[in-house]
Nanobody, 122 residues
Framework: VQLQASGGGLVQAGDSLRLSCAAS????????MGWFRQAPGKERDFVSA????????YYHDSVKGRFTISRDNAKNTVYLQMNSLKPEDTAVYYC????????????????WGQGTLVTVSS
């Protein structure tokens, strides 16, 4: 599976962005897809995930109510709609895929996109 993330940019606090992650492969619908982020000098943190089979969604507490993950299996694409952005959301955002159930541990994801930078100014 190859992943290509896009949609990052420079925005002001309170603005919105939508990240996209396009995947190759015919089994996309069976993969759990996740979004992680990494700020400079920090660990890679879980943001959100969506399961392949049930479409169940999962969020880190810090983004609940502001971010929404979704997927379009016909387009092999997963999205992360980010609203009410805060300066602390600034990071490189990565999409990832794993052939299994949901996990919030980045080490359990086998496939990674190249990352897209989100910068939120105050």
């Amino acid at each position: 599976v190859q992943l290509q993330a896009s949609g990052g940019g420079l925005v002001q606090a309170g603005d919105s962005l939508r990240l996209s992650c396009a995947a190759s492969g015919r089994t996309f619908s069976s993969y759990t897809m996740g979004w992680f982020r990494q700020a400079p000098g920090k660990e890679r943190d879980f943001v959100s995930a969506i399961s392949g089979s049930s479409g169940n969604t999962y969020y880190h507490d810090s983004v609940k109510g502001r971010f929404t993950i979704s997927r379009d299996n016909a387009k092999n694409t997963v999205y992360l709609q980010m609203n009410s952005l805060k300066p602390e959301d600034t990071a490189v955002y990565y999409c990832a895929a794993r052939a299994g159930l949901y996990s919030g541990d980045y080490r359990r994801y086998s496939y990674w996109g190249q990352g897209t930078l989100v910068t939120v100014s105050s």
